[in-house]
């Protein structure tokens, strides 16, 4: 790389990372970057030129304290990337894509639009968002699909990550906030329960919150594998509980059980705060530690010591993640996990807590303001006549014109292409064909659609089968506002100005609104279209109205809600959950037992999870050479005795299949798993695509799909020499075979 020019004399911006919930702070400085350009045709040499770019330095931040992981640090690189799209495409009849004005690439999506409309109904045309996209994108997505295309099929990839956690947390609490008290409460903890999420190698920052806890011996991990995060717990840090993949419900009811048995209960706290404990009673009598240890493996000794540990520290907190929520219960599985902490009287309390750990960037704003099928924002029911009303009132709609409540993601995908279903579909933010579960299902909607346009930055595995590409601003060439896994609102802001040719998705949105006829106004302004959002929230559960970009740019801790008035809610439930009667509800949750696959002719349970170096579906890690290089190709991981029954060789050739798929890709030998468990990472592509074997099973409460407990048998491959698991495929943005 050449040294980037002199530019001491431009001021830094101040905004944060875009990728995980975190939301790491940092400062952005625009620089010019000597780079080669091509002068001439074949053989010609090279010619240098100023290119803006952008060095990017960590920033003070209660989340981060100034520290960012790779992938924060490498994050400016992604937008002078040689593969982003700079101009709209559209496919030709070959097969391939050329580009196109933007007034002829609009026209086309709202001839398209209108036609599937007038023949098919509005609901034939579907929307498909992402949680990277800021508030206003998210907010106006919502009113873009119910107000402009008058259809009722949106959701979002957050139904991926959060929908498991924000069920039980509205169900028990009568409101979802990921973490409803700062990061910063954690430094004082002496007892963190992590369960299911490797934060080490996800957000990296987190870690430092730990040290309080782990200097106190008090920090417990449960994960099939030992993970970066199980590691902390070496040394004297704390605990790490290794249960069957799949048994994080039968754990938490047996150490419930033992809570209760033992009387560690907080019996003041319940009388006061809650309702529904007597039935919990009831419900985790059948799970007495003998048998909880018989299902999940973890010795009743342990048992007993974690949850002692739980009930004894003076500061203790209950965090999960994915890996316990992916899962067809994994609704009552974060029951479960709450009802723990309530009768333990940690929840709504300044020293103790529970908490679930958001994954995207926005994950948390992005469910409150209208991406989910069945809300409207301020995290309103779409099927509440006074929200419709009011949220009518702000658009300059009738409450009557709007629809009713859509279908959650894996039945809207399920629904491409299919009579009665959706026809047309704009995909925002998202690369489902990686992301969503049962991969191969999912690329034949795709290619059934009757049109399908993606608005991205690169050419990702889903924009190979669109129709229209449209290139949209990335995070620091945009303002905007963002949601923390805490619930602080915090500013995006521009850095640098976006390449020619690319535009945000705000004014796609008003574009495509005047060519479709719309009623009501849709800015391009982002911070109009944030005062509008919080117009729209006033009075919900996630109540902006007394936000602005004027006080979010003082600096401000503002956490939601923050009603007009107010100074913010860092921690909820001091004095009232937000239920009617002011008390959580303690819901008994049951078990379904099922037996482990047998361990013979090479089967075994397969997790799926995140590297340190990638993030989500790797369509922008993986453009970037230095995390590339980290991590090129999936790696199997699989226990040493399991590698040597199945013929296993550290680097050699695996194939992973299924009735659903096969996946190829390199076995990674390590002690670090179960031997009835393998994991695989869900960022690559191709061939490589942990999803071409994970099922479409959901939860039935919050439509979450089966992620985390997949059986799959695994064998050996002989392959000649120079052959290999299928890598990252770099796309041109013209004249490019999108079904190849």
């Known amino acids: 790389?050449?040294?980037?020019?002199?530019?001491?004399?431009?001021?830094?911006?101040?905004?944060?990372?875009?990728?995980?919930?975190?939301?790491?702070?940092?400062?952005?400085?625009?620089?010019?970057?000597?780079?080669?350009?091509?002068?001439?045709?074949?053989?010609?040499?090279?010619?240098?030129?100023?290119?803006?770019?952008?060095?990017?330095?960590?920033?003070?931040?209660?989340?981060?304290?100034?520290?960012?992981?790779?992938?924060?640090?490498?994050?400016?690189?992604?937008?002078?990337?040689?593969?982003?799209?700079?101009?709209?495409?559209?496919?030709?009849?070959?097969?391939?894509?050329?580009?196109?004005?933007?007034?002829?690439?609009?026209?086309?999506?709202?001839?398209?639009?209108?036609?599937?409309?007038?023949?098919?109904?509005?609901?034939?045309?579907?929307?498909?968002?992402?949680?990277?996209?800021?508030?206003e994108k998210a907010y106006q997505l919502g009113k873009f699909t119910r107000v402009a295309l008058g259809s009722s099929r949106i959701d979002y990839n957050g139904r991926f990550c959060m929908s498991s956690a924000a069920a039980a947390g509205n169900r028990a609490f009568g409101v979802d906030r990921g973490l409803p008290f700062p990061v910063e409460d954690l430094d004082a903890a002496d007892t963190i329960l992590i369960l299911g999420s490797n934060v080490a190698q996800t957000m990296p920052p987190f870690i430092g919150h730990l040290e309080g806890a782990r200097s106190a011996g008090g920090l417990i991990v449960v994960d099939p594998r030992r993970s970066a995060t199980a590691r902390l717990t070496e040394d004297g840090g704390g605990m790490h509980v290794q249960p069957t993949?799949?048994?994080?419900?039968?754990?938490?009811?047996?150490?419930?059980?033992?809570?209760?048995?033992?009387?560690?209960?907080d019996t003041d706290y319940l009388e006061r705060r809650t309702v529904g404990f007597e039935a919990l009673r009831r419900s985790v009598s059948r799970w007495w530690p003998e048998r909880v240890q018989q299902l999940t493996g973890?010795?009743?000794?342990?048992?007993?010591?974690?949850?002692?540990?739980?009930?004894?520290?003076?500061?203790?907190?209950?965090?999960?993640?994915?890996?316990?929520?992916?899962?067809?219960?994994?609704?009552?599985?974060?029951?479960?996990?709450?009802?723990?902490?309530?009768?333990?009287?940690?929840?709504g309390t300044r020293h103790s807590g529970y908490g679930t750990l958001t994954g995207q960037g926005n994950g948390q704003g992005g469910r409150e303001h209208g991406q989910k099928c069945d809300q409207l924002p301020g995290y309103r029911k779409i099927t509440d006549p006074a929200a419709r009303a009011h949220v009518a009132g702000v658009w300059g709609v009738t409450p009557e014109s709007l629809p009713g409540a859509g279908v959650p993601a894996i039945e809207l995908l399920d629904s491409l292409g299919v009579s009665g279903g959706v026809r047309c579909l704009l995909v925002h933010g998202s690369n489902v064909v990686v992301s969503a579960p049962d991969s191969n299902r999912v690329r034949a909607g795709l290619e059934a659609l009757d049109f399908l346009v993606v608005c991205d930055f690169f050419f990702s595995e889903t924009a190979r089968f669109a129709d229209v590409v449209l290139p949209v601003t990335q995070w620091a060439e945009e303002d905007g506002t963002m949601t923390s896994l805490e619930g602080r609102v915090i500013r995006r802001r521009t850095a640098i100005g976006a390449p020619d040719g690319v535009r945000s998705e705000l004014w796609i949105f008003q574009e495509l609104a005047r060519r479709l006829g719309s009623a009501g106004t849709f800015s391009a302004d982002p911070a109009e279209v944030f005062d509008e959002l919080c117009l729209a929230s006033a009075g919900g559960l996630a109540d902006y109205s007394g936000l602005s970009y004027g006080l979010l740019d003082t600096g401000e801790a503002a956490y939601w809600p923050y009603p007009v008035g107010s100074t913010g809610t860092p921690r909820l439930f001091l004095d009232r959950f937000a239920h009617a009667d002011g008390r959580a509800r303690i819901v008994a949750v049951h078990a379904r037992v099922t037996d482990a696959p047998a361990q013979r002719d090479g089967t075994v349970t397969l997790i799926t999870g995140r590297l340190l170096e990638h993030y989500q579906s790797g369509a922008q890690t993986r453009r970037v050479p230095e995390l590339h290089q980290a991590q090129p190709q999936a790696r199997l991981q699989v226990h040493p005795a399991t590698a040597a029954r199945l013929g296993l060789v550290d680097g050699g050739e695996v194939e992973v299949g299924n009735m659903q798929g096969t996946v190829t890709c390199v076995a990674e030998v390590t002690g670090g798993i179960r031997p009835d468990t393998v994991f695989l990472p869900f960022h690559f592509p191709g061939a490589q695509r942990a999803n071409l074997l994970t099922l479409g099973a959901?939860?039935?409460?919050?439509?979450?799909?089966?992620?985390?407990?997949?059986?799959?048998?695994?064998?050996?491959?002989?392959?000649?020499?120079?052959?290999?698991?299928?890598?990252?495929?770099?796309?041109?943005?013209?004249?490019?075979?999108?079904?190849?």
Not at 251 to 260: E, K
Not at 307 to 318: F, K
């Open 698 to 740: 959901t939860d039935p409460v919050s439509g979450m799909p089966e992620f985390k407990r997949t059986t799959v048998r695994v064998r050996a491959l002989v392959r000649t020499p120079g052959s290999g698991p299928a890598g990252p495929v770099s796309v041109p943005s013209i004249r490019t075979d999108a079904h190849a």
């Open 298 to 347: 973890v010795p009743v000794p342990q048992l007993r010591e974690l949850a002692r540990r739980l009930a004894a520290g003076s500061g203790t907190y209950i965090l999960t993640g994915r890996g316990v929520e992916q899962h067809v219960d994994g609704t009552d599985t974060a029951t479960a996990a709450i009802n723990l902490a309530l009768v333990l009287g940690l929840v």
């Open 245 to 265: 993949p799949g048994s994080d419900l039968v754990l938490l009811l047996g150490l419930t059980n033992i809570v209760i048995t033992e009387r560690l209960i």
């Open 1 to 135: 790389m050449t040294a980037p020019l002199a530019s001491a004399a431009r001021p830094g911006v101040d905004t944060h990372c875009p990728y995980c919930a975190l939301q790491c702070a940092m400062t952005l400085t625009p620089t010019y970057a000597e780079i080669g350009m091509q002068s001439g045709g074949a053989g010609a040499g090279t010619d240098t030129a100023a290119r803006p770019g952008l060095t990017v330095a960590g920033r003070a931040f209660p989340t981060n304290r100034g520290g960012l992981c790779k992938k924060g640090w490498t994050s400016a690189e992604l937008l002078t990337s040689p593969e982003r799209i700079l101009t709209p495409m559209l496919r030709q009849p070959d097969g391939g894509f050329a580009p196109a004005s933007w007034a002829e690439a609009l026209d086309l999506v709202a001839e398209r639009l209108a036609g599937s409309r007038a023949r098919h109904g509005a609901d034939s045309v579907g929307v498909f968002g992402g949680g990277g996209l800021t508030n």
